[in-house]
């Protein structure tokens, strides 16, 4: 494979995924992580990625206020106005991070009366411009990797929230294994948050699906409603609306 083409390929993983590891990519790729890393060294000098200790992360996940960064922003717009949706008045309703939240708070109808929980300090100042609704933003160690907030403090308040609905955002999701992710203290906090929820929605772009990441975050039977850029009845998803709602 051609630089070009290996460079092409570990963008793509990173715009999809949001975050790569050296030694995930080094397995797919079958080159050496010296090389790995040296392409991500360059990538990273040019302004297409961000280099982080043994991997990198998405310029537009960290910076999703900036226009033309965010990757598939149509197809997170198109998904977010399906999942608005699933919010009621008088709801408490739990929100995770990432750029397709960030799209469903930008589109949550200002005559709306609901209460809305987020561990995404930027899902919080989107949701703060609607003036029905209270938000309320769970404390706790801020992760610079993925701008939400994680930690045993997190786990603790969510522990004490029954909410009627969880909307999450995922890296991956397969049929049979579920909700996947490949950062440990993300699993834990989405674990938490679909623990204290009557109902959770997972909110995907297509290319997310039929993938696996290292980690599992709950099995399928646990989500209520799939959210993705496609018909509800499109062939892609013809499997997954034998377990759950599709959207």
């Not at 490949?182 to 834990?188: A, F, H, I, Y």
């Not at 699906?209 to 959210?227: E, F, G, H, I, T």
Request: contains cysteine.
């Amino acid at each position: 494979m051609l630089k070009e083409e290996r460079q092409a390929y570990i963008i793509h993983q990173i715009n999809l995924h949001n975050k790569v590891l050296s030694s995930d990519l080094s397995v797919q790729l079958n080159v050496s992580e010296d090389t790995i890393r040296r392409d991500l060294n360059e990538l990273a000098e040019n302004g297409q990625v961000l280099k982080v200790y043994g991997g990198a992360l998405s310029k537009s996940f960290q910076f999703p206020f900036q226009e033309g960064n965010v990757y598939a922003k149509e197809s997170k717009k198109e998904i977010a106005k399906k999942a608005i949706s699933l919010i009621q008045n008088g709801m408490t309703v739990l929100v995770g991070g990432g750029t397709t939240m960030i799209e469903l708070a930008r589109l949550v109808p200002n005559d709306i009366h609901c209460t809305f929980f987020t561990i995404s300090p930027l899902v919080a100042l989107e949701l703060a411009e609607k003036e029905n609704i209270e938000v309320i933003l769970i404390g706790g160690k801020l992760s610079r990797n993925t701008n939400i907030v994680t930690g045993s403090q997190v786990i603790n308040e969510l522990s004490d929230l029954r909410v009627d609905l969880c909307l999450l955002g995922t890296n991956s999701l397969s049929l049979d294994e579920g909700i996947t992710d490949s950062d440990w203290e993300v699993v834990q906090i989405k674990r938490a948050m679909i623990k204290c929820s009557k109902s959770v929605a997972i909110l995907s772009i297509t290319e997310k699906l039929n993938s696996n990441q290292k980690m599992r975050v709950a099995p399928l039977r646990d989500v209520s409603y799939l959210v993705t850029d496609l018909d509800p009845g499109h062939p892609k998803l013809k499997e997954f609306s034998k377990s759950l709602t599709v959207l």
